[in-house]
């Protein structure tokens, strides 16, 4: 997802660190703290943004993963 908004200073971006702190970006650090969980640490979610310029969140996962093999297929 990406936006060409206002974006904000990386220093008030407040996503999980190793210390597990949370912040007060709840719901995304909780995505981001599950998939690292499931899938490890180079997996996860990665915010790039700048005052002025916008914001940009991406989401990594591996292609495949036994934990999820056959879930959502019908």
Do not use: C, Q, W
Request: glycine share 14%.
């Amino acid at each position: 997802m990406e936006d060409d908004g206002v974006g904000m200073k990386a220093s008030e971006l407040d996503l999980p660190d190793t210390s597990g702190d949370i912040g007060e970006h709840v719901g995304m650090a909780n995505v981001d703290i599950r998939l690292r969980s499931m899938f490890g640490d180079r997996y996860g979610l990665r915010i790039d943004t700048a005052l002025g310029v916008g914001t940009k969140v991406s989401m990594r996962v591996p292609r495949s993963h036994p934990a999820s093999a056959g879930e959502g297929r019908r």
